[in-house]
């Protein structure tokens, strides 16, 4: 019988994403472990591998197509033995899902469309549960919108974008009637761009760019920042890492200034354990280990892999383990588990020139160290002025869960690691 071939999760925390590109058309027959199409989460762009062997017999997803929910069928597979040609697609009812995803994240959805044959069912359901499309829920949440008294158009009475706009009004003034007093301010009309007469093009953003716009917003918006920098003195550490090359370069292995710092916040936390935790509402999470989520400038936006148990791990492996994964996230290849989770972030602009920055909290994490570029500097040095090599590092702190002091003890930590650095190797 002919297989379902949905959208699959590919992390554990992806409601909905982009189908990107399909490798395979009509008529074409797959094996388990061929690459398929090429999804785009909140994260990466993704392969996705057929699990079962067969022949495409329907393709019920355009490639481009936004906001394509997890579990929806994109595709029909004819088992070994039917005819493509006369197999019916499978989940017709589930498929309409999608193609109202679709439609709602369509330039040219701004209508409403017409009412279905069947009256429409409201979206709440038995247990006051709204049913509603992750687009129409943002949308509705933006323009202060009660989607409880929003009728759905949708598959078993869904919410979708063209439901919420042409129940505006409606929805608006009975919010406003119910309960005048307590009725939210409007939310800020969304951004429109203004050319000025200045020629421009229009680039779409991409998933992983509205995420990072939607986390960093978030992040200034909820969690209060504190900063704190230092400057520290690199020449030691300069010296034993041309000295650690000399001694591996026999292994292939090339140590980065930026390996070594990795090394050291990661000892650094597990230095002063009260940086190393996460805020989480009525409690406070507390790590035993230092999982260090480093920076990584990609293409279509930024990506932190993780670098696990930093700081027990030999800096060789570091080193090796970085290379790897910097190289398949901007190939976008990392696995889930590769990229999310972490318990603290390290990010370095040093090769940039930038001398000092404030770098934005990775939510839920509690901290970011944020790397600027080292440069000769006059420096006191035995109560001397000299020339040293400096560089400056801002740590940036959730001051809900990290207090002040217990942020300038991991910033006097990571500073005695790096001026002293043959802690670093022991």
Not at 190 to 199: K, L, S, Y
Not at 323 to 329: G, H, Q
């Amino acid at each position: 019988m002919p297989i379902a071939i949905k959208m699959p999760a590919l992390s554990p925390t992806m409601e909905e994403g982009t189908l990107a590109k399909w490798l395979v058309k009509v008529g074409d027959s797959v094996s388990a472990g061929d690459i398929m199409a090429e999804i785009e989460t909140d994260k990466a762009t993704m392969e996705f591998e057929a699990v079962d062997e067969g022949v495409i017999a329907h393709i019920q997803v355009d490639e481009g197509t936004e906001g394509v929910a997890v579990g929806t069928v994109i595709a029909t597979l004819a088992e070994e033995g039917e005819d493509a040609g006369s197999v019916a697609p499978v989940g017709d009812g589930a498929s309409a899902a999608p193609a109202a995803a679709a439609a709602e994240e369509a330039p040219s959805a701004a209508t409403a469309p017409s009412a279905p044959t069947p009256a429409p069912t409201p979206a709440a359901s038995p247990g006051n549960r709204v049913i509603a499309s992750p687009l129409a829920k943002r949308i509705a949440e933006q323009k202060g919108i009660d989607l409880a008294g929003v009728t759905g158009s949708g598959p078993n009475g869904r919410i979708v974008k063209a439901d919420v706009d042409s129940a505006k009004p409606a929805a608006a003034a009975s919010a406003s009637t119910a309960a005048p007093a307590a009725a939210p301010a409007p939310a800020a009309a969304p951004v429109e761009a203004q050319d000025f007469g200045i020629p421009h093009e229009v680039e779409k953003l991409s998933g992983m760019r509205k995420t990072i716009a939607r986390r960093l917003t978030e992040s200034k918006q909820t969690v209060p920042h504190i900063y704190l920098t230092v400057d520290i003195r690199l020449d030691a550490l300069l010296k034993l890492r041309g000295e650690l090359n000399a001694a591996l370069e026999s292994q292939g292995v090339k140590l980065s200034v930026n390996d070594l710092m990795i090394k050291a916040l990661g000892k650094s936390l597990e230095a002063v354990p009260a940086c190393n935790v996460q805020f989480a509402g009525d409690s406070m999470l507390k790590f035993s280990r230092a999982d260090v989520s480093v920076a990584v400038s990609i293409p279509n936006g930024l990506i932190t892999p993780i670098i696990t148990d930093a700081g027990s791990k030999a800096i060789s492996k570091i080193s090796t383990e970085m290379k790897d994964l910097a190289t398949r996230a901007k190939d976008g290849k990392l696995a889930p588990e590769e990229y999310q989770g972490g318990t603290a972030s390290l990010s370095n602009m040093g090769m940039f020139g930038i001398k000092q920055f404030e770098a934005v909290i990775n939510p839920p994490q509690g901290m970011i160290m944020a790397i600027g570029a080292g440069d000769k500097r006059p420096y006191v040095v035995d109560d001397s002025l000299q020339i040293a090599s400096v560089m400056s590092a801002t740590g940036s702190f959730d001051h809900r869960a990290i207090d002040g002091a217990d942020g300038a003890q991991l910033m006097k930590a990571f500073k005695e690691m790096i001026e002293a650095p043959l802690g670093l190797v022991a």
